[in-house]
């Protein structure tokens, strides 16, 4: 029996690095990655790599006309909001990008299209949870791109089925990005600082269950959005204190002021003096969790890790390869799987 040949754009990266393995383990299909970024690993016998750019048209058309038909297509691939790009090119990959390929999807008869898209195109919402029915109200560029992107995919959803995951910040093995300053202020006992008590509760999602959700999209039919994300949340006061008292740490939580602090993330940030953009110091503060009860019923998924077992998995994987990070724009990794320029946080970690 012929194999299914599918394709992951972004597959060099943190979450598709994770879901190239994860299709190897579960599934029999061949896997092509497109990326402008290769691979970190040597290729599996079943994996195959094209560079290419997703704004670019011709590379797409090149990609299916090379290694397809596809069976499911898996769209990872995202310019992210970090200090290195800028916005036109978070609006161009994120929209034009995601364009081109449902374009070729449907022109290629691809089964299925799978987007991982985010929970940032959310906003602030007015009620908690959030569920799929919430309205959109992005705060930034990314999100807008996120919602803009899925509204592009939307006016394919009688041509090719369209499956659609908002995601918030995935962790797990290998995550770094903001989490890993997180992870150094820990392992060198400083001081870690939370908006107001520190009480909200934030949730996240293990990049494994993400991948198991996407896998299990791949099988679906018709257009539908889901959201995604661990259960058991705790207050991320909770969850710092427990990842401290894993890793033996002397380092306190120092709660500071709501108000104040945001005024002054927000000046750092117009200043380009902090990691930090506008989605996050305005939510870090704030609670946002989501109603998971449709992937749950229609995927028959179900989360393996909490917000707890994921930052402890990652936290012994960062302290096992400390000192090997590149940073941000100075090397071939995703944003995701590098350090972030901490900016006014080493001033921070020096009076911690």
Known sequence: MKKNTVLITGGSGFVGSHLVDYLLEKTNDNIVILDKIKPAQSLHKRVAYFQADIRNEKDVFDVFKKFGPFSTIYHLASAMPNKEVSNKAILETNIIGT????????????????????????????????????????????????????????????KISIQILRCPVISGTGRLGLQAILFEFISENKNIYVLGSGSNKYQFVDVMDVCSALEKASHMKGFEIYNIGADNVLTLRQLYEEVIHFAKSSSKIIGIPYGPSLFFMSLLDKLNLSPLGVYQYTMIGRSIYYDTKKIKKQLHWQPKMTNLDTFIENYKWYLAHKGQFTEIGSGDFSANRSLPKMGILKLLKVFS
């Open 99 to 158: 364009r081109n390929l449902i374009q070729e999807s449907a022109r290629n008869h691809v089964k299925t299209f799978v987007f991982t898209s985010s929970n940032v195109t959310y906003g602030i919402p007015k009620e908690l949870p959030v569920t799929e029915q919430t309205e959109p109200l992005p705060l930034e560029t990314y999100g807008k791109s996120k919602i803009l992107a899925e509204k592009e995919l939307e006016k394919f959803k009688d």
